[in-house]
């Protein structure tokens, strides 16, 4: 399968940058290019990516906004957004993850690193830069946004779900958890999939918030 990526960035040089090395490979396409969020929500509907590589500071609608809009959107579920800004600082990622993002990298990732990273947040998994721990997710507690889950909500779910479900929230891969839990990778994708539909949790990312906010997994 080829992978639709939506570009949005206000820097013409900068997109032209990042299309080039999307185009590089081969299960990579870009389907748009968009210079401000009011765009990029358009072209999220007119082109129905797999993901969105969204710029943060543009003018007008800025990228969390767009990022809230789309997320937002029954008719977008299936579309994922990386974010991608050059001010990595606490307060954007914890403003990424609420607005929905699914993943969070600075501008100055490796080239390689970007395109796996894509590849990882069309896969439906969550990504952040090594900058982005726990922690900073730990902190969205204090004002919860979003999908939330207080104590009780993981009663939905089995206790093998509820398992992974905190394995999930420590940053395990599903082929870790596989080998944590000694089962296949597809049983490990299986049970994460479960867990999300059952807590309505758009992907891993906002799995590991409600995995907080219901006192599964203490900061």
């Given amino acids: 399968m080829t992978i639709r990526v939506l570009l949005a960035d206000d820097q013409a040089l900068i997109r032209a940058g990042f299309a080039a090395l999307v185009g590089s490979a081969d299960d990579l396409e870009v389907v748009g290019q968009a210079v401000d969020g009011t765009q990029a929500v358009a072209l999220a509907?007119?082109?129905?990516?797999?993901?969105?590589?969204?710029?943060?500071?543009?003018?007008g609608t800025d990228g969390l906004s767009a990022t809230e809009l789309i997320t937002t959107d029954p008719r977008l579920s299936d579309v994922r957004v990386l974010v991608l800004t050059t001010f990595e600082s606490d307060d954007t990622v914890v403003a990424a993850l609420r607005a929905g993002a699914s993943g969070f990298l600075g501008k100055g990732v490796e080239p390689v690193a970007l395109l796996d990273a894509i590849r990882v947040v069309a896969a439906g998994?969550?990504?952040?830069?090594?900058?982005?721990?726990?922690?900073l997710i730990a902190r969205m507690l204090a004002t919860p946004a979003g999908p939330s889950a207080g104590p009780g909500t993981l009663d939905l779910l089995t206790d093998r779900e509820s398992e992974v479900v905190g394995l999930v929230a420590q940053g395990?891969?599903?082929?870790?958890?596989?080998?944590?839990l000694f089962v296949s990778p597809s049983?490990?994708?299986?049970?994460?999939?479960?867990?999300?539909?059952?807590?309505?949790?758009?992907?891993?990312?906002?799995?590991v918030v409600m995995a907080y906010q219901s006192g599964?997994?203490?900061?």
């Fill in 45 to 59: 509907h007119e082109t129905h990516p797999h993901v969105i590589l969204m710029d943060i500071r543009m003018p």
């Fill in 125 to 135: 998994e969550s990504l952040l830069s090594p900058s982005a721990t726990k922690s």
């Fill in 172 to 180: 395990l891969s599903n082929d870790e958890i596989a080998t944590q």
């Fill in 187 to 207: 049983t490990a994708k299986t049970h994460v999939n479960r867990a999300m539909t059952k807590l309505g949790a758009r992907d891993r990312a906002q799995l």
């Fill in 216 to 219: 599964l997994v203490q900061p």
